[in-house]
């Protein structure tokens, strides 16, 4: 499995079949959704659905991830209680506009925290919200929400937004975004050709709503044959210059590799999953 995920395939909390489908998939990680996807009426039953997933999750199976409610809305204090010390890898926050709640949340649960950004607002504080906590382990979009709030009529209306998430998760030092869903799981054509402008954009991975998608998002976001070669010569070419002190060469190609191009290249390794050692490198997904 990727070291960094490339598939966040949400499944609703509500649905135990559904849940153990999930995690026998190929999905790099699961979203377990107490939110959206959860009618009022089985809020009670996703909550009580958290223990028995991490239990069914294999040693080696994907990382399991809970999308709690809003923490200041009519479900959050039960989420909270259901997912503290349960053992999940880390939770998405959506509607996430507030740093104080984010820091509640965090000094609460003490896991990794992935914040949706779903409004206007939430956009607006990006940077201040990548930096309210050290459990702060990514930004993303909540695309759906952020359209109706934003009153964008077409998706070329979120095409800044999405640039703008980039900026404020790299310049918090934060992972890569992950890609927000694509909704018409008919559209595979439309998931890949989207998925492809994302990594050209700066996100790494996407979320998914049905298995189907994931084979797809798995072969736009992994490196070819050939990026993954050029990546592992990049870092041999970097070791080598590190061990005679130097930190900026030009390799054998004339190509010029400082420590930015190695970061990138360390990314291509992390994603391709190839065994590389990737020394003094923080691996994207955990807290900073």
Avoid: C
Avoid at 37 to 65: C, F, I, N, S
């Amino acid at each position: 499995m990727s070291r960094i995920p490339r598939s966040w395939l949400y499944v609703p909390g509500h649905h135990p079949e559904r849940i153990t489908k999930a995690l026998a998939s190929s999905a790099d990680a699961v979203v377990l959704d107490l939110e959206d996807a959860v009618p009022p009426e089985q809020k009670a039953t996703a909550r009580r659905a958290v223990a028995g997933a991490v239990q069914r999750r294999a040693e080696d199976g994907p990382q399991l991830w809970v999308r709690i409610n809003d923490p200041v809305g009519p479900w959050g204090e039960a989420d909270l209680d259901s997912v503290t010390g349960s053992g999940v890898s880390g939770l998405r926050l959506p509607r996430t506009e507030d740093p104080d709640v984010v820091r509640e949340v965090a000094e609460r649960t003490g896991l990794p925290l992935q914040l949706l950004l779903e409004t206007a607002t939430g956009l607006a504080r990006a940077t201040d919200l990548a930096a309210a906590h050290p459990r702060v382990a990514g930004l993303g979009l909540g695309e759906a929400d952020l359209a109706a709030d934003l009153r964008v009529t077409s998706d070329a209306g979120l095409a800044w937004a999405r640039g703008w998430v980039v900026v404020a998760a790299r310049s918090a030092g934060l992972p890569s975004p992950v890609q927000s869903v694509w909704t018409d799981v008919a559209d595979i054509g439309g998931l890949r050709s989207t998925s492809e402008q994302g990594r050209a954009s700066g996100f790494v991975g996407r979320s998914v709503i049905h298995p189907r998608q994931i084979g797809v998002v798995h072969e736009v976001f992994t490196p070819s044959p050939a990026e993954v070669q050029a990546a592992r010569e990049v870092v041999r070419t970097a070791q080598e210059a590190r061990a005679r002190g130097e930190v900026a060469v030009l390799d054998a190609a004339g190509r010029f590799i400082d420590p930015a191009v190695v970061e990138r290249a360390r990314v291509v390794l992390d994603l391709a999953d190839d065994g590389t050692p990737q020394t003094e490198h923080a691996h994207p997904g955990g807290t900073r």
